[in-house]
């Protein structure tokens, strides 16, 4: 069963005597947000928050727009994962022109296109904004805890130079398949627009072995990080909870397509086989009035007992093999840290997501001597609908397209639950643990507020792309006079009722 040991620390009982201490902006993460601390006189936290600050909407302005520009449309979401909502967009529009299946090639292409975006993504996470906590200390001076710093070091300059070199490889494979690197275009309803050229692979495939050395040197060091001071990475923002992540017919490693699973903290499968169609029945969502983001969980179990995480660490936990030799010899070593039981550190989302490199990097390799990229038919047809789901595996986990149309093929209703979403709740008990245990009762220094941010960044959050809970999120507006001077103040709260405060 999850534990949220630290929940008395999401509302204090007596607010207005405390103190209050933000981190805003939480740095080094994708999008806006900020932590704020309330202390009392002693130090002592009595409150913990994960603010979310920004809001995009849309779920809302694509409603009107025809169904066929949708994927093209959602993938603006993000700057840094856009190629899942192309595909998790474009897997709902195969639902919604009668495509429940697409062709062999148009379906390896696609996978090309993905296992490229979640290899430079978590090569950009790791390398460029976590590493550097790791690699100089959690305790070092705020202004070396960056990706330049660690090129300028003798020490790191090599391992740093090989995390570019993988980002830039796997934007590489995105180019090939959809012409550019950020935002272009492949999917189309049903099916790709092209196959691979035979230039592109001539140009990616001789990279492959030192992209594979690359990933296995990354997993190296976060490893030897970890296990060098295992007791206190165990402990350091370690939470537990459920594991949500998708899966194959046989309980394997995937990203692109699958059945939704569901291990449970004691490494209990607590459902299996769910299928993706019918998310809303298994998958609800909190509202609460102090984040813009949601707070989704198991209906079955409760918004109490049903909070899970997603990701790398969720993937890796909730699988039974990865189909790929040298990723699974890494799992199987990942997973005795806790003698085959989840493993519920937070920090182990980085060894998570570098075993998942070189998994991606392994697909690359076999699926660029795939006939299929090459020749094929790429476009499969059926019968309108005016409902589409599209679930994937992005790299921060679970990501779920939903679109209802119209006769005209103008989309109706559109609802997103992104991956940064699911783990909404996990990341605020992941703060407050740190909160509770290393900061209470000390006087607060930088380093020891960089502890906070550090835990948030484990999970890798896309911020930007979790805001999207429209006509329900609660607002705060206050008219002022020329002085400053408050003259009124009106409250939505998040069940929309709005009233003067």
């Not at 182990?348 to 570098?354: I, L, N, T, V």
Request: charged share 25%; net charge neutral.
């Amino acid at each position: 069963m999850p534990e949220r040991r630290y929940r008395h620390l999401e509302t204090a009982a007596n607010p207005k005597n405390l103190r209050r201490v933000a981190i805003d902006p939480v740095t080094r993460v994708e999008g806006h947000g900020k932590v704020t601390l309330l202390l009392d006189q002693d130090n002592r936290v009595r409150q913990a928050r994960l603010h979310i600050v920004e809001f995009r909407g849309f779920e809302k302005f694509i409603q009107g727009r025809p169904y066929w520009e949708v994927p093209v449309l959602v993938q603006r979401l993000c700057g840094i994962c856009p190629v899942s909502h192309l595909l998790a967009g474009a897997k709902a529009v195969d639902r919604l022109v009668g495509v429940d299946k697409i062709p062999p090639s148009a379906e390896k292409l696609r996978r090309l296109l993905h296992y490229g975006q979640v290899l430079q993504s978590h090569a950009l996470h790791f390398f460029h904004l976590a590493s550097p906590d790791l690699l100089f200390g959690f305790d070092s001076e705020a202004e070396k805890r960056n990706i330049l710093e660690l090129l300028r070091s003798d020490r790191f300059r090599d391992i740093a130079l090989e995390g570019v070199r993988l980002r830039k490889f796997g934007q590489e494979v995105i180019r090939a398949v959809i012409g550019k690197r950020i935002h272009g275009v492949g999917p189309i309803p049903g099916g790709m627009n092209k196959h691979l050229s035979a230039a592109d692979r001539a140009r990616l495939e001789p990279q492959l072995d030192g992209v594979i050395a690359w990933a296995r040197n990354g997993l190296e060091l976060i490893r030897s990080f970890y296990l060098a001071n295992a007791d206190y990475h165990r402990r350091f923002a370690v939470i537990r909870s459920h594991f949500m992540a998708l899966a194959t017919e046989q309980g394997g490693h995937e990203l692109y397509d699958g059945h939704i699973r569901v291990k449970g903290d004691d490494g209990r499968l607590l459902f299996d086989r769910l299928e993706d169609q019918r998310y809303t029945e298994f998958i609800h969502e909190q509202v609460k009035g102090w984040s813009y983001m949601k707070f989704p969980y198991l209906a079955a179990l409760g918004p109490e007992e049903g909070w899970y995480r997603v990701g790398p660490l969720a993937r890796i936990n909730a699988c039974d093999f990865i189909d790929t030799p040298l990723a699974e010899r890494a799992r199987q070593e990942f997973l005795r840290l806790d003698q085959g039981l989840p493993v519920q550190a937070s920090l182990a989302y980085h060894w998570a997501r570098m075993i998942e490199i070189l998994h991606c990097a392994e697909k690359i390799r076999d699926l660029l001597a795939d006939a299929d990229l090459y020749a094929g038919e790429l476009e499969a047809r059926g019968e309108k609908r005016h409902e589409g789901i599209g679930v994937i595996e992005a790299p921060r986990g679970v990501l779920i397209h939903h679109y209802r149309i119209d006769d005209d093929g103008l989309v109706t209703q559109a609802n997103l639950i992104v991956s940064t979403t699911h783990n909404n709740t996990a990341m605020n008990e992941a703060i407050r643990q740190v909160a509770a245990e290393y900061l209470s009762g000390r006087e607060l220094t930088e380093p020891l507020l960089n502890r906070i941010e550090i835990a948030i960044r484990a999970y890798d959050p896309c911020l930007s792309c979790a805001t999207h809970a429209i006509g329900k999120m609660p607002l705060e507006v206050e008219l002022v006079d020329a002085e400053g001077r408050p003259l009124q103040r009106l409250v939505r709260h998040a069940d929309g009722v709005v009233e003067a405060a």
